[in-house]
């Protein structure tokens, strides 16, 4: 077999061209594997867990089933592209590091979302959900929730360990509540005959908690949508009243209230919206109670009001929207 140096002259030039040039695309690959090692998408493939954002938590959650979750949280180490509208989300830059009971390790993105944090893998086959204490993974194509309930086991501070959760690929959402709560979609149709009923989720106290007292057994909190391109608490009320705007657990709302009476009954309703959420979002409190005067004296108690608020407020600052 002739060698390299036995072949027309012109042969071997272009041999070593080509071996050139592999080697300065072998050099170049390399090169930009060591810049962007640090990098979410690559340290995923080497198994890596530098980042180049700053460490800014981290915690490990308790589930169901004994399953566990350890996450390090990382701050993005550029800025975030500034919204181009009023409405628009601001684009996260940040990171999260799972390390799961079952073994798997990952480096998650943090992706847009309405309330929490979400961090997803580029085909959204794997979504970690995180607010405050809590988080849950979802997975498959039909976002399975494969860890749920979890929490970092110092709920006792705010008073939801234990709750369970309740999660919505198609309605965008994640919320928990009290295990007693029962839980069904819903149509608010108090809003007249011309005006379309607005879908939802309730959450129903149980009757352990209105039994003897006044309360109605039919109190409930319920997360509703209603397709629209501004989103304010009065769409979700026929006489919206004492219209407002706070911010509550870093979280603005356009809240309003209204409020009825029949028959010995009263009604009570108030609608916390999230102005930039697509579809407008409101969480609504719906409180039936009945006139304590019309029983026989020492037969029912009042309810607690207050107690009841409080324990809506906290259902509703465990929402987390997905965008």
Known sequence: MDSLFDRPP????????????????L?????????????????????????????????????????????????????????????????PTGSVSLTLSDGRKMILPQTVSGSGARYANAGESFIFW????TAFVEEGADQTQTYTNCTTGTGTQDGTQGWSSYASSTLGFSVRYPQKYAVAQYLYTNLGPTVPAIPGVKFTI????????????????????????????????????????????????????????????????TVYAIPNSRPCVGVRYFVHSTNIGNYTPGTVTPFDHAALIIEFDKIRQSLVLGM
């Open 10 to 25: 012109r042969s071997g030039f272009v041999r070593v061209g080509v071996i050139l040039i592999i080697i300065i695309i």
């Open 27 to 91: 050099a170049l690959a390399a090169f930009c594997v060591w810049k962007y090692r640090n990098s979410v998408l690559l340290a995923q493939f080497l198994g890596t867990d530098n980042h180049q954002g700053q460490l800014v938590s981290t915690a490990t959650y308790s589930c169901d089933g004994g399953k566990t979750i350890s996450a390090a949280y990382y701050a993005g180490v550029t800025k975030a592209p500034q919204p181009q509208t009023p409405d628009e989300l601001p684009t």
């Open 130 to 133: 995180n607010k405050g204490e």
């Open 206 to 269: 149980p009757p352990t908690e209105s039994a003897g007292t006044n309360l109605g057994g039919d109190t409930y909190v319920g997360v509703e949508q209603i397709a629209t391109s501004t989103c304010s608490a009065d769409l979700f009320l026929d006489n919206p009243q004492n219209m407002r705007t706070i911010t509550d657990n870093g979280v603005t709302y356009s809240v309003a209230s209204t409020s009825g009476a029949g028959a010995g009954n009263f009604y009570e309703e």
